[in-house]
């Protein structure tokens, strides 16, 4: 394989030194172990140790890294083009990874009762700040009575949003996606546990994964993928394939969450007040819009809920990193005065 059918561009190029490119073999990252990592190259895959100073939280698949390869060991990891993240550890100050560089993430849902609007509004913003293209995957349509209803439900949740939906087991699943899907592209599979998203990466890899049925009495899977990887696909392009994630946390997204809404964040901009909340107050426009039908008012309840969760998730992460920047200083003080 060359660089280009593993996802490299200019954007990385131009990150290195010229010793660096003379001396250091680029890798893209597959898989990540507690204590080592494995990257994909041109002389082949490489399993490498991480340089003093460098854990393996601070590498994602999808990461671009440079290598010493006769010492299996990773040196830098280059600069990410998009990074899909979500908000959890807010008592540490960080955002857990998700998967790095990517192209396109497949929003997977199904045509049954785990179809929820709120949590595909979750995904769609997360994409959205993160810079990457959402496309959302409605399976299990041959198994459904009115797929129609949930592919308008799925479409109205953003402007030119693209919605595919399709049987995993038996459609063309990778003629339907190979727009997406092509030659150095990287996309990602995220959503719920028992949607179809191992059937999907089989169909796109041509692997044999195990996969699990669904609970009938739910809806709700069980936890087929129990960790992050990069594949090839047919097509050309490199999928990773995600856990399913039951939370998923918003932080340090105002950006995406106002993408994923524009009819409403819009409208705010022309409220008489500029701290308006949408409820009671004069002049509002996006109440003027519900009222004249516009507007689904349960999309305007999603659409604070999300923004209180991120305002608050936000302040808890600066409070949070603020506290480790004074004990790190507080660390560097003490271990100064004992060496004097």
Not at 112 to 130: K, T
Not at 220 to 233: E, F
Not at 305 to 331: F, P, S, V, W, Y
């Amino acid at each position: 394989m060359t660089r280009a059918d593993l996802g490299w561009s200019p954007f990385f190029m131009s990150q290195l030194e010229i010793e660096e490119l003379e001396t250091l073999t680029p890798a893209r990252i597959a898989t990540v172990h507690r204590d080592r990592v494995v990257g994909f190259s041109e002389i082949g895959p490489l399993e490498l140790t991480l340089e003093p100073g460098l854990t393996t939280a601070a590498v994602g698949v999808g990461d671009w890294v440079l290598c010493a390869p006769e010492q299996h060991r990773l040196i830098r990891v280059l600069d990410r083009q998009t990074e899909l993240t979500r908000g959890t550890e807010y008592h540490t100050g960080e955002k857990q990874l998700i998967a790095a560089n990517l192209d396109t993430l497949f929003i997977t849902s199904s045509c049954n009762n785990d179809f929820n609007p709120a949590r595909l509004e979750r995904y769609l913003a997360l994409a959205h700040d993160a810079g990457i293209t959402p496309v959302i995957l409605l399976t299990k349509a041959d198994q459904c009575d009115d797929p129609d209803s949930y592919i308008d439900q799925a479409r109205v949740l953003g402007r030119n949003l693209e919605v595919v939906a399709l049987d995993a087991k038996t459609g063309d699943v990778a003629g339907l996606l190979e727009p997406w899907c092509g030659k150095g592209q990287t996309v990602a599979l995220a959503g719920s546990s028992g949607v179809g998203k191992t059937t999907i990466a089989n169909a796109l890899t041509g692997g044999n994964a195990l996969t699990r049925d669904i609970r009938e009495d739910d809806a709700r899977g069980r936890h087929t993928t129990t960790g992050r990887s990069l594949h090839r696909m047919k097509t050309g392009g490199w999928l990773i394939d995600t856990p399913g994630m039951r939370g998923l946390g918003v932080a340090e997204v105002a950006f995406g969450i106002d993408a994923t809404f524009p009819e409403i964040s819009e409208l705010g901009e022309a409220c008489k007040f500029r701290d308006c909340d949408h409820e009671t107050e004069p002049g509002c426009a996006v109440q003027a819009a519900i009222e004249r039908g516009e507007i689904d008012p349960e999309r305007l309840k999603r659409f604070k809920k999300l923004k209180r969760e991120n305002q608050h998730a936000t302040d808890t992460i600066a409070q949070a990193r603020d506290r480790n920047r004074k004990l790190g200083k507080m660390i560097k003080s003490a271990v100064k005065k004992k060496g004097r």
